[in-house]
């Protein structure tokens, strides 16, 4: 089993920065990949960014390059650096942890709110 503990959401203006972090902790494997999905009131969820943990990032097209996820293999732990917020990035955020063996696990969420 993996847990992942998730922090950082909130409330913010449009145009303001957030930044999420997940850490991974319990019977975790050398290979992985860690991200974040969202999902928006009424839509379905959508991988958002994710990073291996050798540090490849992978992103959603329509994130126009103002998000940033990073990682720390010492701590197992991934971040998601979320600049110029929009109204539309409005949604829960939820951490992810996939490796080998197949199974994911989820973080319990984290609403990140951007008010215009």
């Known amino acids: 089993q993996v847990q992942l503990v998730e922090s950082g959401g909130g409330l913010v203006n449009t145009g303001g920065s957030l930044t999420l972090s997940c850490a991974a902790s319990?019977?975790?494997?050398?290979?992985?990949?860690m991200g974040w999905y969202r999902q928006a009131l009424g839509k379905q969820r959508e991988l958002v960014a994710s990073?291996?943990?050798?540090?490849?990032?992978a992103y959603l097209d329509s994130i126009e390059g103002r998000f940033t996820i990073s990682n720390d293999r010492t701590k197992n732990t991934v971040y998601l650096r979320m600049n110029s917020l929009k109204a539309e990035d409005t949604a829960v955020y939820y951490c992810?942890?996939?490796?080998?063996?197949?199974?994911?696990?989820w973080g319990q969420g984290t609403q990140v709110t951007v008010s215009s």
């Open positions: 319990g019977n975790i494997f050398s290979t992985y990949v």
């Open positions: 990073i291996t943990r050798g540090g490849e990032p």
């Open positions: 992810y942890f996939w490796d080998v063996r197949g199974t994911t696990f």
